[in-house]
């Protein structure tokens, strides 16, 4: 039983949904502290002049440490604005027409009250059906668990029968130091490996980490596929920790 474990995100991007993609359960971590101005609020679409900023207005004064999952948003009527920058950017996409009415029918419930959480969780599961990815989707909210950062993985993971939990790269700087508290439950850890993969895309050049909507709206129905193309072995902890001791990008 493999199992991912990743905060929601606004519009995400293509390695999002590879890690979705590989697993047989996926968990979205909507319980722990929320970071303003990260890409659980955000993300980017491709226009013309390069890749543009989408961003909720969500409720933070005052409310520091508040968990995702609290998160209420601040300006409903932001959807318009998101709406019009897409349809401006991707109106002549070969598939914007299969697709955008959804979306618009979809990102139009922020203005009903949803919190951040709720619409972002929404659209995910949205994406992922389009796509066609049927991995089950829980929310830690769901979850009787406690516990922070590595304590609360291995809660999760337990929970759910995990015997490799498949983490994204972006937290190795702190996994590797705590990997005894998953591999002490007999849970197996390996890194995600994803590399961007090329599609035909508007405005060229080709800009890689858009939101997943690029893809959609650029390949349609071979977006699986296309999405796929990125995947690699899965790094080794091992193998993570030579490359930040050597300080190499990844």
């Known amino acids: 039983m493999k199992v ?10 293509l390695g999002y949904f590879d890690l979705l993609d590989q697993v047989d359960k996926f968990v979205l971590l909507d319980t722990v502290q929320f970071e303003k101005q990260s890409w659980q609020q955000r993300n980017r679409i491709k226009t013309p002049t390069g890749l543009m900023w989408l961003t909720v207005p969500v409720v933070f004064r005052g409310r520091l440490g508040q968990r995702i999952v609290d998160v209420e948003i601040r300006e409903p009527e932001f959807c318009r604005d998101h709406l019009r920058a897409v349809e401006l950017n ?19 419930t922020a203005s009903s009250g949803l919190r951040l959480a709720d619409l972002t969780i929404r659209l995910l599961r949205w994406f992922a059906e389009a796509i066609g990815i049927s991995t089950p989707i829980v929310r ?9 950062r590595t304590q609360l993985l291995a809660e999760v993971c337990s929970l759910l029968g995990a015997t490799t939990y498949v983490s994204p790269l972006g937290s190795a700087d702190y996994l590797l130091n705590e990997l005894p508290i998953l591999t002490g439950r007999s849970i197996n850890v390996v890194f995600q490996h994803y590399e961007h993969p090329e599609y035909r895309q508007l405005f060229p050049p080709f800009e890689a980490h858009a939101s997943v909507l690029d893809l959609l709206f ?4 071979n977006s699986l596929a296309t999405l796929r193309k990125g995947r690699r072995t899965p790094f080794a902890p091992a193998e993570v920790a030579a490359h930040l001791n050597e300080k190499v990008g990844f």
Do not use: H, M
Not at 90 to 108: H, I, S, T, V
């Open 90 to 108: 991707y109106r002549r996409a070969p598939f914007f027409g299969d697709y955008y009415p959804a979306f618009c029918e979809l990102l139009g």
């Open 4 to 13: 991912a474990i990743a905060q929601p995100t606004y519009l995400p991007w």
């Open 218 to 221: 650029n390949e349609g129905g």
């Open 140 to 148: 830690s909210s769901e979850l009787a668990v406690e516990g922070k």
